[in-house]
C-alpha cells in the first residue's frame, strides 16, 4: 500500500484541540490507521487531549518543539520519535523559528 501525502489536500485547523494558532493536515484514514502529515507554525500548537482510540506515534521531520504528555516535557527535535500511550493525554507545540513538520500514525 503506497499513500501518496502529495495527492492529499492539507486543511488548516484553527486552535486544534484548545492549542493556539493553526495547523496544517494532510490524513488518510484506512483500514490499518490514521495516517497524517502535519506542520504547527512558530508559536501555535495542538493543545493537549487524551489518547483514547490508541497510541499516537509522532516522528519529528523538522522544527522544534516540545510535547508534554502526562505532565512530563519531552523536547522534539529532527529524528525523535514521541509516542503517547494509549490511554495518557498530550499536547504538541511549537518552541522553535520555523515549522514543527511530523508524521504521526495511531493504529486500529
Do not use: W
Not at 5 to 33: L, R, S, T
Not at 52 to 62: F, G, R
Amino acid at each position: 500500500m503506497i499513500i501518496d501525502f502529495n495527492k492529499i489536500d492539507g486543511i488548516d485547523v484553527a486552535h486544534m484541540n484548545g492549542g493556539e494558532g493553526e495547523v496544517n493536515a494532510k490524513m488518510e484514514v484506512n483500514e490499518i490507521g490514521r495516517f497524517v502529515e502535519c506542520i504547527i507554525p512558530p508559536k501555535a500548537s495542538i493543545g493537549n487531549h487524551p489518547q483514547e482510540s490508541n497510541h499516537d506515534i509522532n516522528y519529528i521531520i523538522s522544527g522544534e518543539g516540545i510535547s508534554v504528555c502526562d505532565g512530563v516535557e519531552e523536547i522534539l527535535k529532527p529524528g525523535v520519535c514521541h509516542v503517547c500511550p494509549k490511554g495518557s493525554s498530550h499536547s504538541i507545540i511549537n518552541t522553535g523559528d520555523e515549522d514543527l513538520v511530523f508524521f504521526t500514525i495511531v493504529p486500529k
